[in-house]
């Protein structure tokens, strides 16, 4: 199988309090996104990945690229845009393998099993989402701040990424998003809307997202544990 990736790069994770950006942050040793882009060059699966990265940022990327090891010829880099989907469909542009996974620059722990076992419903059913069961009691609440209804908690989980997607249905999605003028805040969104199913695989709660300082306490945690012998 014959698949892209498209890393959204561009965002200054104002969350994270850093004066850096948090894909340039050090874990244990190497820089958050160096990491991320390793766990998909391994993988057999993958032959391309495109990073969408701010203007300001891209002569850095390309240095850190050097500076790694990455083979420039496997990696391409794109400005990124305004808005996370901006960028994806910038970066969609580089990109002509039939099948495209979308990821998070700042998700470095995914496995090559979830990425297999994504790749393996993707090409059965177009679309496909990696995904956790919720733990907490979720309830909706008014803009006052009151509580409007607890919803079921068997029927929530957390999506997270990689998401997987024939490109040209991903491609399409974004365009008939931008026509509308719908704002996603992921790309299952815009397929969703286009009233096409998309299969839920289910990932592990250690593929964090870092977004916070204590974030990054987690993932020192989850690094060292993960590097211990076995």
Same mark, same amino acid.
């Given at each position: 199988?014959?698949?892209?990736?498209?890393?959204?790069?561009?965002?200054?994770?104002?969350?994270?309090?850093?004066?850096?950006?948090?894909?340039? #942050?050090? !874990?244990?040793?190497?820089?958050?996104?160096?990491?991320?882009?390793?766990?998909?060059?391994?993988?057999?699966?993958?032959?391309?990945?495109?990073?969408?990265?701010?203007?300001?940022?891209?002569?850095?990327?390309?240095?850190?690229?050097? $500076?790694?090891?990455?083979?420039?010829?496997?990696?391409?880099?794109?400005?990124?845009? =305004?808005?996370?989907?901006?960028?994806?469909?910038?970066? #969609?542009?580089? #990109?002509?393998?039939?099948?495209?996974?979308?990821?998070?620059?700042?998700?470095?722990?995914?496995?090559?099993?979830?990425?297999?076992?994504?790749?393996?419903?993707? =090409?059965?059913?177009?679309?496909?989402?990696?995904?956790?069961?919720?733990?907490?009691?979720? =309830? $909706?609440?008014?803009?006052?701040?009151?509580?409007?209804?607890?919803? $079921?908690?068997?029927?929530?989980?957390?999506?997270?990424?990689?998401?997987?997607?024939?490109?040209?249905?991903?491609?399409?999605?974004? $365009?008939?998003?931008?026509?509308?003028?719908?704002?996603?805040?992921?790309?299952?969104?815009?397929?969703?809307?286009?009233?096409?199913?998309?299969?839920?695989?289910?990932?592990?709660?250690?593929? !964090?997202?870092?977004?916070?300082?204590?974030?990054?306490? !987690?993932?020192?945690?989850?690094?060292?544990?993960?590097?211990?012998?076995?």
């Amino acid at each position: 199988m014959n698949a892209g990736v498209v890393i959204p790069a561009a965002g200054k994770g104002k969350r994270m309090g850093t004066a850096i950006s948090k894909q340039f #942050l050090d !874990l244990c040793g190497e820089p958050v996104l160096i990491r991320t882009l390793r766990v998909f060059l391994d993988h057999p699966a993958v032959s391309r990945l495109v990073l969408a990265v701010h203007r300001d940022e891209e002569t850095s990327v390309y240095q850190l690229l050097d $500076e790694y090891g990455i083979p420039r010829e496997k990696v391409g880099i794109t400005p990124g845009g =305004k808005e996370r989907q901006d960028s994806v469909c910038r970066a #969609l542009q580089e #990109l002509a393998t039939e099948w495209v996974l979308v990821h998070d620059a700042v998700r470095p722990f995914v496995t090559h099993e979830q990425i297999s076992e994504l790749l393996i419903q993707v =090409k059965r059913v177009g679309a496909a989402v990696l995904a956790v069961p919720v733990k907490d009691t979720v =309830k $909706e609440v008014t803009p006052g701040m009151d509580v409007a209804r607890t919803l $079921e908690r068997s029927r929530l989980w957390a999506v997270q990424t990689p998401q997987a997607f024939r490109r040209s249905l991903l491609v399409q999605a974004h $365009e008939e998003g931008r026509r509308k003028g719908l704002a996603a805040t992921d790309d299952a969104m815009l397929v969703e809307a286009m009233g096409i199913p998309v299969r839920v695989v289910k990932g592990d709660y250690s593929n !964090l997202k870092l977004t916070t300082p204590e974030d990054m306490i !987690l993932a020192e945690a989850i690094w060292k544990m993960r590097s211990r012998p076995r």
